[in-house]
């Protein structure tokens, strides 16, 4: 009894001490610095600040805020001050005007873990590492030029998703995981050529990653308070699936330095007649992993890299060319079915243009105008990244406020997209609305659609991830009528996105497809 009486008293002693370090935390954290004029807020509670008015999908809630307080708020979640921006006008500032001052990254605990320290593309800070690793993507892997000659590879991924949903015709089918499978493979099949033996798993391990990096950490609102990063349970989670995935990818950059070593020696020997392989990719070029690999033993690199450095990046392109492709197209999919005019148009087109044809590739798709705003459509109703985020390099002013230095800046994109002031009909799905009107998946100067970002930090794998939708989504509505199991109403299809980095649908699709014989 008495040990009891003790262990309670030693408890609540622990207790008290950590409201008390609390509290004379939040105090210091008053600054001179931020009793100047920071942008208008709501009233906030002591040590948590803004906290309790935000839920598992801050973009919703920053809506109904924004409101009453304004297109540009400041928010204190925690320790840490955050910007929100919902206007195109003060995102211009952000995005444009001011981007150098405003392309840093804030990453957490949980990123950290998942992309190496942050030593990837898109959580990496602003600096010459960052600019590096991002050149070399862009003109390696990701240009015009090399997202065309995956072309084979998205539609060999095609056809067999097609056959896939031909074989189970009649039968309910779940579409978000089998789009999810496509685009994942596209991804492999691209970064790593065919040199991934255990790809399921991966897959399997990139996904529990990105979701468990999406959740809420006290340890990064709190970041001075050390003690509460030993306590987390997901740094725990992480962990064990770092230990897991870092032996494939091990493995798969062990393979390919020793294929490469073998490459050199047979084209040593072969005569001028005949082909010579460059790389692991399937067309004999060098993949994802490859192009590393070159730039790491050339030793020329402005800022030298290791293999985690290079595991970082390959987590980064494989998730960013997986999940929001699947996500889009899923969407699409959902809008689609529930707007059977805009599906007899989409599929109108699709047919015609490719009548006769029993492949559908990559060279047909520009002739596709109205798939191309069903696709911009849905990214206006459903933006990949609700909130575009970013931080301020230094003290600043935006729209006569003051910014501090540190602050995350997040640019409500979701909620700039559907606006009435900036769209008519905003709840609406009308792809006709993005007919000559001049806007591109940049934003093209209107702040109010930037579904990839914007700026220096704008998504590098747009083109990737575009002509992947393009491509599934063309073949989906060339070869089936589609429709819902017995028993549900479109009507009342489930159109809330779950809480992550990217806002995929909190549900997943279940359809029935008919193949379509003209």
């Avoid at 056809?159 to 685009?183: C, D, P, Q, R, V």
């Avoid at 032996?247 to 950059?253: A, M, T, V």
Wanted: proline share 5%; net charge neutral; charged share 25%.
């Amino acid at each position: 009894m008495d040990l009891h009486i003790l262990f309670n008293l030693t408890a609540l002693a622990i207790f008290l001490s950590l409201i008390f370090l609390f509290i004379t935390k939040w105090k210091k954290s008053q600054t001179p610095s931020e009793r100047k004029k920071l942008p208008p807020s709501p009233k906030q509670l002591p040590i948590i600040g803004h906290l309790h008015l935000i839920s598992l999908l801050p973009h919703r809630d920053f809506k109904e805020l924004a409101k009453k307080h304004g297109p540009i708020m400041h928010l204190k979640l925690g320790e840490t001050s955050a910007i929100v921006i919902s206007s195109p006008e003060i995102a211009k500032e952000v995005l444009e005007t001011q981007d150098p001052t405003f392309a840093e990254r804030l990453g957490t605990m949980s990123s950290e873990i998942v992309w190496y320290n942050h030593t990837d593309i898109a959580f990496s800070p602003y600096n010459d590492y960052w600019r590096q690793m991002r050149k070399i993507c862009m003109l390696e892997f990701l240009s015009s030029k090399q997202v065309r000659s995956f072309a084979s590879i998205r539609t060999d991924e095609g056809l067999k998703l097609i056959k896939y949903i031909k074989s189970s015709a009649g039968i309910h089918i779940n579409l978000t995981e089998k789009i999810f499978l496509t685009t994942s493979s596209i991804s492999a099949r691209a970064a790593f050529g065919k040199i991934c033996k255990d790809k399921d798993t991966m897959v399997k391990l990139f996904q529990e990653g990105v979701i468990l990096a999406a959740g809420f950490e006290l340890a990064d609102l709190f970041p001075s308070f050390k003690l509460l990063r030993l306590f987390s349970s997901n740094k725990v989670k992480l962990w064990a699936m770092r230990r897991k995935l870092d032996p494939i990818l091990d493995e798969i950059i062990d393979e390919h330095k020793a294929n490469l070593v073998r490459m050199k020696t047979d084209n040593e020997v072969l005569d001028q007649a005949e082909s010579i392989r460059r790389g692991n990719g399937e067309l004999g070029n060098e993949d994802l992993v490859d192009v590393f690999l070159r730039v790491k033993e050339t030793g020329e690199l402005d800022v030298p890299i290791n293999y985690d450095n290079m595991k970082a990046v390959f987590s980064d392109i494989f998730s960013a060319g997986t999940n929001p492709p699947s996500s889009t197209i899923d969407w699409a999919m959902v809008e689609l079915i529930r707007n059977p005019r805009v599906m007899a148009k989409a599929q109108a087109e699709v047919r015609e243009s490719f009548k006769g044809h029993e492949i559908i590739d990559d060279t047909d798709l520009q002739k596709l105008k109205y798939l191309k705003m069903v696709i911009k459509e849905t990214l206006r109703m459903h933006t990949l990244v609700p909130l575009v985020p970013r931080a301020s390099r230094k003290d600043s002013e935006i729209n006569g406020y003051f910014i501090p230095a540190n602050a995350k800046v997040l640019v409500n994109a979701w909620e700039m997209c559907r606006d009435p002031k900036y769209w008519t009909n905003a709840e609406s799905f009308k792809p006709e609305r993005f007919e000559n009107n001049g806007m591109d998946f940049t934003g093209n100067g209107h702040f109010e659609y930037t579904p990839f970002g914007s700026g220096s930090r704008m998504c590098p794998g747009t083109t990737f991830a575009i002509a992947g939708v393009e491509l599934l989504l063309a073949q989906l509505l060339y070869n089936f009528n589609w429709k819902l199991p017995e028993g549900i109403n479109a009507d009342n299809l489930e159109m809330t996105e779950k809480s992550g980095i990217t806002a995929s649908r909190k549900e997943k699709l279940y359809v029935i497809a008919t193949f379509y014989d003209p």
